[in-house]
């Protein structure tokens, strides 16, 4: 097979990089342009981090580079959630009845890095930093680039993929052509934001908190969330509303974050050793979803990642779903050999069904982490399918058909994991988990698939 042709990908994050990797593994010529300077040649930038939850979707897409446990060595797992409710212990939920399923907490910036030296390794992959593309001639494969010294350069490929986040050049281009390629989109701000603080190491440099779970402090119309990282501290996030009582633009002063925190965070403020400096020197950021469709012009241009189906990061999957992007792009490509438009409309046609159900659980779990996990009824349906998986191998929670069972797509891990939380809410809604008959509770649930 002649591998001669060129690709051009724009946008060196995860995804980018990745894809570039196996592009290159797989013996095609790569040119990956990225507008930052290399991040291993920078001090990490803070603020806008959200650490990420590596899970099996995200693993399995890692395999196929073979980077699985060069990657593992950075993470940390995290077997379930830590729920810290007002005046209560805290209260730990796992997130499957089986040991071998967890997430881990990596950093987004050391994934980077890792993923980058891989890329180095690869003689016909070159990576161009400092390049802004500024344009993209869809239909040629061809995008211009300003460098770091205010220069153009026009660069042209057999194919050109954007992987250059929400805000994607490449993904502008293709709607300018709107009306020829009937192209949708569709943006979606949640009312509320996010803002990073941190908890640091304890003085012996350990974990002032458990460090092998997500910490949650779920407050109804908002929460914090805190994760683990290798040296100790933990990447705390607050998601509040930009207004109201609660409100980023109400918190304004450190004597109203403090009181605040003091009444609605007790059991976390003291751990916040910088709170002052880090409320007021991290910026609010937004919280979005992107749609669009198709997702390639001309046989020529793809976008994939958050350039395609940017999500909100509560069901821990953005980076999960992007990672796969990767893995079934591939298996595409093998299926339809060097025929790239084949590749692109048939990528293009499978694969947004299923990122649009994974932005539409991301919103199911917002408003799931931060009220319903202090509801009753809602605590005996994850016991009762804690229960259900420790004893039956085969039953999967919604929770676990998304995040553990990568061979299920996720429209399909919706569609089923939305029917099973439906019938064991009604079920316990008026019984005790104790009370339950677990086999027949399986039978049940099998017959209302």
Known sequence: MNKEHKVIIIGAGL?????GIRLAQKGYTVALYEKRTDLRLTTEEGGRSINLALSHRGLMALDTAGMREEVLKYCIPMRGRMIHSIGQDARFSSYSGREDEYINSVSRSGLNRTLLEKADTYDNLQVFFEHSCT??????????????????????????????????????????????????????????????????????GGYRIDNNALHIW??????????????????VTMFHPYEGEAGFNTLDTFAKVKSFFEEHYPSLLPHLIGLQEDYFDNPVGTL?????????????????????????????????????????????????????PATFAAFSEERPANTDAIADLAIDNFYEMQDKVDDTDFIKKRSLEMALEDQFPDYYSKYSLVTFKPELSYAEAMVKGRKQDEFLLKLVADKEVKDLDLEEVLREVQENK
């Open 218 to 235: 779920p407050r109804g119309a908002y929460m914090t969330i805190a994760l683990p990282n290798m040296d100790g501290s933990f990447t």
């Open 135 to 204: 344009s993209a001639d869809i239909e040629n494969a061809t995008a211009t680039f300003q460098r770091a010294d205010g220069t153009l350069v026009q660069v042209a490929g057999s194919v050109l993929i954007g992987t250059d986040g929400a805000g994607s050049v490449v993904r502008r281009a293709m709607m300018s052509r709107s009306s020829r390629l009937l192209f949708n989109f569709s943006q979606h701000f949640l009312r509320s934001g996010y803002k990073e603080l941190t908890i640091p190491p304890a003085p012996d």
């Open 288 to 340: 979005g979803t992107i749609k669009c469709y198709p997702w390639q012009a001309y046989g020529k241009t793809l976008v994939m990642g958050d350039a395609a189906h940017a999500i909100v990061p509560f069901y821990g999957q953005g980076m999960n779903a992007a990672f796969e992007d990767v893995r079934i792009f591939i298996e595409t490509l093998e299926q339809h050999g060097e025929d790239w």
């Open 15 to 19: 995804c980018g990089t990745l894809l």
